[in-house]
């Protein structure tokens, strides 16, 4: 009977009685999921919404926002800081803080999110989502500032993404495993359809924008040129490669059934020591992972643990199936250590460009 099923709504006061959560996280969750039902609705227009295309607009992140990036900030912006529940915002769209207008009360949590990542597949119909991660205002903080958004992913209350693809769903962890809640656009209710979401330790596939090889460090170059050897290889299986370009479609294809996905430090701008953003997209995924049985690194640290030191910070990101994020540790440590012993590339039959580079 699918009125007997587990509603988001359910599921979150439910787990407020089962682990004493204050009643005021598991509201602002319920005004999380609102806003995510809004932007679901607003993406699957697609075309229809005369919406496509860029705005002319350039982001904090120096990338193009497109109309649905600012829609979609709109609408969390509205459907959250009413609630009494924040005491502020951060949003990839805007550079500063979006303080709780005052005519609304302020409340205890602070909310980071990215509106709309992996905007840029929206003209093509892919799949996109949101990101959000939920953080405590330090005690007596009203009126935060940047400071006191800078805590590491350790201290998240809950994270999760909303996935808008062939369906809509919520992905999420409040500390106790990851559940994913699929769309039901007949009655407007995310319904549990993925309790316990696990990622094995092994896999076979991995994810990473292979165009970027040159600038990447020679760690990351040995490990994907090992997995490219495939059979043939120290490795001795073949691996199988995906790219979608969109952080939600690909941490979700990993929650799904396991894998690698990376996007690591490069040199292509020596500013940036990484493509994607520390409080609003590699915390909250590295959360939802490792709560998974998965691991996040940075290659040289724990994601989770990295001390932000700004708003819209950029940090490496790899993250996925345990076997293979401590593999690529275990590269960047020894690289760093001086200990590689010098190897020939299976593939090329020449001196490797890791070992090139190094
Ligand atoms: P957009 O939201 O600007 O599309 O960026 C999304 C993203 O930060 C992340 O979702 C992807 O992993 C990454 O960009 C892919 O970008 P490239 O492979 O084009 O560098």
Same mark, same amino acid.
């Given at each position: 009977m699918p009125y007997r099923r587990t509603t988001l709504s359910r599921y979150i006061i439910e787990e407020q009685r089962r682990l004493d959560r204050g009643a005021e996280l598991i509201a602002l969750v319920n005004d999380i999921q609102t806003a995510c039902k809004y932007v679901a609705n607003a993406v699957a227009k697609g075309a229809?919404?005369?919406?496509?295309?860029?705005?002319?607009?350039?982001?904090?992140?120096?990338?193009?926002?497109?109309?649905?990036?600012?829609?979609?900030?709109?609408?969390?912006?509205?459907?959250c800081e009413w609630g009494g529940h924040l005491a502020g915002m951060a949003s990839e769209e805007m550079e500063? #803080?979006? &303080?709780?207008?005052? !005519?609304?009360?302020? /409340?205890?949590? @602070?909310?980071?999110?990215?509106?709309?990542?992996?905007?840029?597949?929206?003209?093509?119909?892919?799949?996109?989502?949101?990101?959000?991660?939920?953080?405590?205002?330090?005690?007596?903080?009203?009126?935060?500032?940047?400071?006191?958004? #800078?805590? &590491?992913?350790?201290? !998240?209350?809950?994270? /999760?993404?909303? @996935?808008?693809?062939?369906?809509?769903?919520?992905?999420?962890?409040?500390?106790?495993?990851?559940?994913?809640?699929?769309?039901?656009p007949a009655i407007g209710a995310y319904l549990l359809t993925h309790p316990n979401l696990t990622i094995p330790a092994d896999t076979q596939e991995f994810a990473v924008n292979a165009s970027n090889q040159r600038f990447w460090e020679p760690p990351v170059r040995r490990y994907v040129e090992e997995c490219v050897a495939g059979r043939s290889g120290v490795r001795g299986k073949d691996f199988n490669m995906r790219w979608i370009a969109s952080m939600v479609a690909e941490v979700h294809r990993i929650l799904m059934r396991g894998g690698l996905f990376m996007y690591p430090r490069d040199t292509k701008d020596p500013a940036k020591p990484g493509r994607l953003r520390l409080l609003y997209e590699a915390n909250p995924m590295a959360w939802l992972v490792e709560q998974a049985g998965g691991a996040a690194s940075t290659g040289r640290e724990r994601l989770l643990d990295v001390q932000?030191?700004?708003?819209?910070?950029?940090?490496?990101?790899?993250?996925?199936?345990?076997?293979?994020?401590e593999r690529l540790d275990r590269y960047h440590a020894a690289y760093d250590r001086g200990e590689d012993q010098p190897f020939f590339s299976p593939l090329f039959k020449e001196r490797s460009l890791y070992f090139g580079a190094a």
């Open positions: 229809l919404t005369g919406a496509q295309g860029g705005t002319g607009q350039v982001n904090v992140q120096g990338e193009e926002v497109r109309p649905l990036d600012l829609i979609a900030n709109d609408i969390v912006l509205g459907s500063a #803080l979006h &303080p709780i207008p005052p !005519q609304h009360p302020r /409340g205890r949590f @602070l909310l980071v999110f990215d509106p709309l990542d992996g905007s840029s597949n929206l003209d093509i119909n892919m799949t996109v989502g949101t990101i959000f991660s939920v953080l405590r205002a330090p005690e007596g903080v009203a009126e935060p500032k940047v400071e006191h958004f #800078l805590q &590491p992913g350790t201290q !998240q209350v809950c994270a /999760g993404y909303a @996935l808008y693809g062939p369906s809509a769903m919520m992905v999420l962890t409040l500390g106790n495993g990851v559940h994913g809640f699929t769309l039901d932000p030191i700004a708003l819209h910070q950029r940090v490496p990101v790899i993250l996925g199936s345990r076997n293979e994020v």
